[in-house]
């Protein structure tokens, strides 16, 4: 009895030393996961497939490319000035100037009226000494007052081109400046521009500004060099004048600035991005029923979106709208062939 005990422990030990030989050899002969060709065509390109009835129903819209002439831009950053400081600068200038110029009318009275009494002091002693003496210490005193008013002026100039530089202390003294009275009634923005790093010493006069809201943007013109650095990107920064429009004081806004040679290619707007495998990608529709998924390069910004120069022949259609729709219709798991339906196994 216990020695076909030991027989059928012995049985039960080959048995299961051979399942788990064949669950090793089904371990080994599988792959790990999928080949790196399969892995590596993850990210290229793929085709949705979406009737017309599809497209409008789930909010795709497309939109033709076309071909175009576009100059290379910079991307910068721009802040609203508030006008006030400069405005009460004006006030203060003029002031000063005043009061300089009636120090030196008030001068010139004094050296004159000192000068007549002087020749008649000299000619026939018809003026006192005393007299030409009091006439000339009048003289002497408003000359001092002249100086120190002359000096306020000068020390008040000095500090306005610390702060604003030449061009726009130069409107502040101005008798008539157009541009101030522009400023003062709302109908222009006074711009401070940051340059990047890296570009040349005179940015162009002309640039390009975002506008808050549907308004897209607008033209801004150069004035001066401004005497201080951006707070944040610690850079040179320049002086521009825009129609005032939507822009409030203190909005930081984006510029742009032209660079290069203009070139030849469309633009592609922001909405019709979308990003995998930590590259850009867009879906062109190649029929009425199809879109094809299209990797770009988004290295030079445009207004709206970025310009690509290589690969399009232009009109070609882009979807604009619902790009994560089709990303999303592309990548949805699909039935294998030969699947199980449900039915039943035997």
Avoid: C
């Amino acid at each position: 009895m216990k020695h076909k005990r030991n027989i059928l422990v012995g049985l039960i030990a080959v048995v299961i030393l051979i399942g788990v030989g064949f669950w090793i050899r089904s371990k080994l002969s599988r792959p790990a996961g999928p080949p790196a060709s399969a892995q590596a065509a993850t990210a290229r390109a793929g085709t949705v497939a979406v009737s017309p009835r599809q497209a409008a129903a789930s909010g795709i819209e497309v939109q033709a490319l076309p071909m175009a002439r576009f100059q290379p831009q910079t991307s910068a950053y721009a802040s609203v000035l508030d006008p006030g400081p400069l405005l009460q600068l004006r006030g203060q200038l003029r002031s000063a100037q005043a009061q300089a110029d009636a120090a030196r009318a008030q001068a010139g009275a004094s050296e004159r009226e000192y000068r007549r009494l002087a020749l008649l002091n000299s000619q026939d002693h018809t003026v006192s000494d005393k007299a030409t003496e009091a006439a000339q210490a009048t003289w002497e005193a408003d000359r001092a007052h002249l100086r120190s008013a002359q000096a306020t002026l000068q020390a008040a100039g000095d500090a306005a081109r610390s702060r604003w530089g030449d061009v726009l202390t130069g409107w502040a003294r101005a008798a008539r400046a157009p541009q101030l009275d522009a400023l003062n009634a709302g109908r222009q923005a006074l711009l401070s521009v940051a340059l990047p790093g890296g570009t040349a010493d005179s940015p162009p006069p002309t640039i390009r500004i975002g506008l808050p809201g549907p308004a897209g943007e607008t033209a801004a013109h150069r004035i001066s060099p401004s005497p201080l650095a951006d707070p944040v990107i610690q850079g040179p920064t320049y002086f521009y004048l825009s129609p005032r429009g939507r822009l409030r004081t203190g909005m930081r806004i984006e510029a742009w600035l032209p660079a290069g040679q203009s070139v030849g290619g469309v633009v592609i707007p922001d909405s019709a991005v979308v990003w995998y495998a930590n590259r850009p990608w867009v879906y062109v529709q190649s029929d009425d029923a199809h879109f094809v998924r299209r990797e770009i390069a988004v290295d030079t910004p445009a207004p709206g979106g970025g310009f690509v120069a290589h690969g399009w022949r232009g009109g070609e259609r882009v979807a604009v709208r619902g790009a994560a729709l089709l990303f999303s219709q592309e990548f949805q798991p699909k039935p294998q062939a030969g699947a199980p339906s449900g039915g039943d196994d035997d």
